[in-house]
Antibody, heavy 120, light 107 residues
Framework: VQLVESGGGLVHPGGSLRLSCAAS????????LTWVRQAPGKGLEWVANIRQDGSEKYYVDSVKGRFTISRDNAKNSLYLQMNSLRAEDTAVYYC??????????????WGQGTLVTVSS | DIQMTQSPSSLSASVGDRVTITCRAS??????LNWYQQKPGKAPKVLIY???GLQSGVPSRFSGSGSGTDFTLTISSLQPEDFATYYCQQSSSVPYSFGQGTKLEIK
């Protein structure tokens, strides 16, 4: 099971960036997926979740209306479209699979992360 | 939204010590509580799910307990590879949230 993020980089405030997460080693279409970010030297912040078929999506308030999570099950890929970027969006962005057991869930495994830097 | 508070924020301990980290939720989350370990420059990895479930491959010196609002992660005998930052996370409701982290350092 492996998740590999890409698409990070330096972007100006107000700009856009699209992150990708390529999955392998499991039945991609059977799992919820998530994005979690970590600002430099800071803790973890959950960003967004997406259901197996893409029909349900949830976001943290700070990115609602600016970020869009999506997936392509045919390509085993997860995406995060980030618009109107702000300095406070600077972080390492991780994708993760949502593991489920009966009534509960957790994030496992995680990708290695991709760094997004928002700066002029 | 549910707030998660960990204590302590940092902790110094020696190899062989027994260590306990606590996590408190701002409202009851039953046992929807997970623990992660993160080493510098690496992605987090899950240690404990659903408050006390030991993730496959994780050493048995790690254990979790608690329900409702108060939870603990215990390492029974610290090993050199355990020095890292630990996070709790609630999966009771979105927005999911993490504690601020506990950095475990070598004394």
């Amino acid at each position: 099971v492996q998740l590999v993020e890409s698409g990070g980089g330096l972007v100006h405030p107000g700009g856009s960036l699209r992150l990708s997460c390529a999955a392998s080693g499991f039945t991609f279409s059977s799992y919820w997926l998530t994005w979690v970010r970590q600002a430099p030297g800071k803790g973890l912040e959950w960003v967004a979740n997406i259901r197996q078929d893409g029909s349900e999506k949830y976001y943290v308030d700070s990115v609602k209306g600016r970020f869009t999570i999506s997936r392509d099950n045919a390509k085993n890929s997860l995406y995060l479209q980030m618009n109107s970027l702000r300095a406070e969006d600077t972080a390492v962005y991780y994708c993760a699979r949502v593991a489920v057991l009966e009534w509960t869930n957790w994030f496992d495994p995680w990708g290695q992360g991709t760094l997004v830097t928002v700066s002029s | 939204d549910i707030q998660m508070t960990q204590s302590p924020s940092s902790l110094s301990a020696s190899v062989g010590d027994r260590v306990t980290i606590t996590c408190r939720a701002s409202q009851s989350i039953a046992t929807y509580l997970n623990w992660y370990q993160q080493k510098p420059g690496k992605a987090p990895k899950v240690l404990i799910y659903a408050a006390f479930g030991l993730q496959s491959g994780v050493p048995s010196r790690f254990s979790g307990s608690g329900s409702g609002t108060d939870f603990t992660l215990t390492i029974s005998s610290l090993q050199p590879e355990d020095f890292a930052t630990y996070y709790c996370q609630q999966s009771s409701s979105v927005p999911y949230s993490f504690g601020q982290g506990t950095k475990l350092e070598i004394k």
